[in-house]
């Protein structure tokens, strides 16, 4: 040809004057239930923040309804705009100390890789039993899939485990960690050759520190785990990790490639995760790299979302079946049910509390003299709030009982379904009476979560739950989730 004729001719020209693109982001470890919505409500929320491929892990639906569970969740996302690769729920139930609805066995794991929709072997949350029990659950499902699927990626949940017992279940085929990271944990993972999935909790200083200073962006990248409807709203998803690590001061450059290239090759997506050619056209125009100010989104090259046009996502009609709406098989309960026995007939009784510390998921355990009467805990009396679980699916309304304190609600009650891993209805008060009023409230919904100040008043706050899978779509506006935290907060506590 001669020289300097261009002989390529484009399909299609985007004006991107002035703007940055960048691949569309890559999250290959978050519960979509967690933001108790819908997948294709909750692909539409991910356009609008940059997301285009996500590993979806559905154990909170799979510990309700099991592979039928997983196999609609699927069947939900095949008509969505971000492309939705399964991890296979590992570990359910995660222990044997709750019922659940259903469970996944070996079969069950055969069956959803036969699929097409399956990426990864999902975290293996029983970590204690590889290292203590060879013949456990957690090990048989370890060998099958070494045996079966050499290539398919484990992923892992172990935290603080370290020096010989994490070397253990490394070598057992677990070889990621997504949760909460010290420097010393991280320190040890990666030299061990651990893939290392930083959520935002892990985002401290130190580990920051650690990973803008050291060339390991081939070890770790970006992911959210789990991500209420609210803060989905109010701050985004992925791209305010990345936003943060930013601010945090690793480079643009570096802070996009943990939620890009390094997500992709994990899970060994090969056709995307840059801007390259072969690749699939899934990017975003930024018009400022550190606030990660987004004007649009391309999905397989066409434009899905606009900043500056109305986003109007197109819903495919998809529903899940009938009897997902009515998993709740628990009468409506009565004061009588919360009775706690003593030890003794009457006097005091000690009873072992669990202390909620500063916000976070850890607790400690402290001791206090419980009065009694007639062989009954009076706890109302103790100081210390009670938690109380309640087996939802019909399977011998088993329960059980604990005293809680510390940063927790020192007030009303909270009741839901949303509660990890099994999904039974859990309760937490400080007077019986809020407590059933909140309980019958959810049961009633068929699965909610509700806060009522007093049993004089209807409950407050109640939003419907991912574990009864909502009807509702992902909106802007404040949601019920959101009303549902700030009065959880109202009522003395941090955590929510």
């Known amino acids: 040809r001669p020289e300097g004729e261009d002989t390529f001719q484009a399909k299609q020209v985007i004006n991107a004057e002035g703007l940055y693109m960048v691949p569309g982001f890559i999250d290959i470890h978050l519960h979509i239930e967690s933001t108790m919505v819908t997948p294709e409500s909750f692909s539409a929320g991910l356009l609008r923040n940059g997301v285009t491929t996500i590993v979806p892990e559905p154990h909170e639906m799979a510990n309700v309804f099991g592979l039928d569970g997983v196999l609609e969740m699927i069947k939900a996302s095949r008509n969505c705009p971000v492309d939705m690769f399964y991890a296979i729920p590992s570990s359910v139930p995660s222990t044997s100390m709750e019922t659940t609805g259903g469970s996944i066995e070996i079969e069950d794991m055969d069956a959803l ?75 040890e993972r990666i030299a061990a050759g651990m893939f290392i999935e930083i959520q935002e909790k892990s985002m401290t200083p ?34 305010q990790i990345v936003r943060k690590a930013i601010g945090m001061g690793m480079s643009p450059e570096r802070a996009i490639y943990a939620a890009t290239f390094s997500p992709s090759r994990r899970m060994r997506m090969y056709d995307r995760g840059s801007i390259a050619p072969g690749k699939i056209a899934d990017f975003q125009l930024i018009s400022d790299l550190s606030e990660l100010k987004l004007e649009s989104v391309y999905k397989n090259g066409a434009e899905m979302y606009s900043a500056a046009k109305a986003f109007e996502p197109q819903s495919s009609g998809y529903r899940f ?155 802007w506006p404040p949601s019920p989730s959101s009303r549902c935290a700030r009065r959880w907060k109202s009522s003395g506590t941090s955590t929510t």
């Open 113 to 187: 890789l036969s699929t097409g929709d399956v990426i990864c072997l999902g975290e293996i949350m029983n970590y204690v039993d590889i290292i203590t029990d060879p013949d456990c659950k957690t090990n048989r499902i370890l060998e099958h899939i070494r045996s079966h699927y050499p290539e398919l990626v484990i992923e892992g949940h172990v935290p603080k485990l370290l020096d010989l017992d994490l070397q253990r279940v490394i070598y057992a085929g677990v070889n990621s960690d997504h949760t909460h990271q010290t420097l010393q944990g991280l320190e």
């Open 206 to 239: 130190e580990v920051m520190d650690y990973l803008i200073r050291h060339d390991v962006s081939e070890h770790f990248c970006f992911v959210t785990d789990d991500v209420m409807a609210d803060s989905f709203r109010a701050r985004g998803h992925l791209n």
């Open 321 to 475: 079946p009938e009897h997902f709406y009515h998993s709740v098989q628990l009468d409506e309960l009565s004061t009588a049910d919360f009775e706690a026995a003593a030890g003794v007939e009457d006097g005091t009784y000690r009873c072992r509390v669990m202390t909620i510390q500063d916000g976070s998921t850890f607790t400690k355990e402290s001791q206090v003299d419980v009065p009694a009467a007639n062989g009954r805990l009076l706890w109302e009396d103790s100081g210390c709030g009670m938690i109380a679980t309640f087996e939802r699916y019909g399977k011998g309304r088993q329960k059980a009982f604990g005293f809680i304190a510390g940063d927790t609600i020192q007030r009303g009650a909270v009741a839901t379904t949303y509660s990890h891993d099994n999904h039974n209805l859990l309760v937490i008060g400080h007077n019986v009476e809020d407590m059933v009023l909140a309980a019958n409230t959810v049961i009633r919904q068929q699965g909610a979560s509700a806060s009522p100040w007093t049993a004089r008043l209807k409950p407050t706050c109640t939003c419907r739950s991912a574990a009864s899978l909502p009807r509702i779509r992902l909106i």
